[in-house]
Structure formats: structure tokens, C-alpha cells
């Protein structure tokens, strides 16, 4: 749309240099707009976005933690099932005897 619009002003005799200083005008135009709806237009913003980062990220780890836990827990668990197994079916039960 934006670049259809410069064609059409510059076939009608406009300063190409001039409708890019327009163009970059209102996108930092609409860029602050969009930081004012959002919240995030005042000196504290940068940084409560480094910090909502990193508590993401932290999330994330602990997250791909606990999975590897769990995934630890049940392999342990698989594998003592499967030695209480040969030894039933072995019958070592009657060395404990």
C-alpha cells in the first residue's frame, strides 16, 4: 500500500527523498503510538523488558529442568522394574531366603 502510494506521488511530481522523510516520519510516528497503548513509553520500559527477558528465559530452564527430571525418574524407575523382573524371573528370590 505504502509503496503503491509513493509510485503514485512521485509519477505526480513529488521528491522521492521527501516522501521517504514522510514515510520514516509516520512510522516512528506509529511506533511511539504503539508503545503509548502498550505501556511502555516511559524511561523504565527498556529495562522492564530486559527484566520480563530474563525472567522468561528462567523460565524456560526450569521448565526444560523439571522435563529432564521427570524423564530421569521414569527411566529409573523403567530399569528397576526391569531388574525386579530378572530377578523373579531368575528366581534369585530364593538367595534372600
Not at 516522501?19 to 527498556?46: N, Q, T
Not at 522492564?48 to 524407575?77: H, N, T
Amino acid at each position: 500500500m505504502v509503496a503503491r502510494l509513493v509510485g503514485q506521488a512521485e509519477d505526480e511530481g513529488a521528491d522521492l527523498v521527501t516522501l521517504r522523510a514522510i514515510i520514516e516520519e509516520a512510522s516512528e510516528l506509529g511506533a511511539e503510538r504503539v508503545l503509548l497503548r502498550m505501556g511502555l513509553d516511559d524511561p523504565a520500559a527498556l529495562a522492564d523488558l530486559g527484566e520480563l527477558r530474563q525472567l522468561l528465559q528462567a523460565w524456560r530452564d526450569a521448565k526444560a529442568s523439571a522435563w529432564k527430571a521427570v524423564v530421569a525418574w521414569l527411566v529409573r524407575g523403567a530399569l528397576a522394574l526391569l531388574l525386579l523382573g530378572i530377578v523373579i524371573r531368575t528366581g534369585a528370590t530364593d538367595l534372600l531366603k
